[in-house]
């Protein structure tokens, strides 16, 4: 288990080299991809991903993020390995990196930030105005998911992907992963 959460740390800072601005004669873009596998917060060797809840998000499991996108244009993807298949899992995009208490993510990135916080308003907690990224794990525990939109991340704005135990705005959190996200622009 210990070669698998060290093998994560390197996939991660192996993918996170890839990223970065690209272009070309047209506009900037921003393309970054990073991940890792999950262990618990108090792991002998620490990882990117945290898991807070072992049943769902077993240890050893991996989580990919992938932020590509030009100004007017960001989507957002996450890929996950060995969760328990056939649960129904939600999925954002959080403030801050995660840290061993799951509050440490802060509330959810929004585009349009709700004066009220913590954040429960509908006209602030959707789809639109946030990342959501919930999926399904699949017989064998894989699940993606996919968001797109016209609006970029604010400079350090956005510091992580929380899974949580069910889809829509909210609910437990069950693991997290810090992803380096950046404006695309």
């Not at 945290?50 to 030009?70: C, F, H, M, N, W």
């Not at 954040?119 to 894989?142: C, Q, R």
């Not at 992907?161 to 996200?181: I, K, M, N, S, W």
């Amino acid at each position: 288990m210990v070669a698998g959460m060290l093998a994560g740390a390197v996939a991660t800072a192996v993918l996170a080299a890839g990223g970065g601005v690209t272009g070309g004669d047209g506009p900037p873009c921003h393309e970054m991809r990073v991940g890792a596998r999950f262990s618990p917060p108090a792991a002998f060797i620490p990882s990117s991903a945290i898991t807070y809840d072992t049943k769902l998000v077993p240890a050893g499991s991996s989580i990919e993020v992938e932020q590509r996108g030009r100004p007017g244009d960001m989507r957002v993807k996450v890929r996950v390995k060995g969760m328990k298949p056939g649960h129904a899992y939600g999925a954002h995009v959080h403030q801050k990196p995660c840290g061993a208490d799951p509050a440490a993510a802060g509330g959810h990135y929004q585009h349009r930030v709700d004066p009220v916080q913590p954040s429960e308003d509908p006209a602030y907690v959707n789809p639109e105005n946030e990342v959501w990224l919930d999926f399904t794990a699949g017989g064998g525990g894989s699940g993606a998911a996919s968001a797109r939109h016209d609006w970029e991340f604010r400079p350090g704005g956005a510091g992580s992907v929380v899974l949580h135990r069910e889809q829509g705005g909210a609910g437990d959190r069950l693991a997290c992963f810090t992803v380096p996200f950046a404006p695309v622009g």
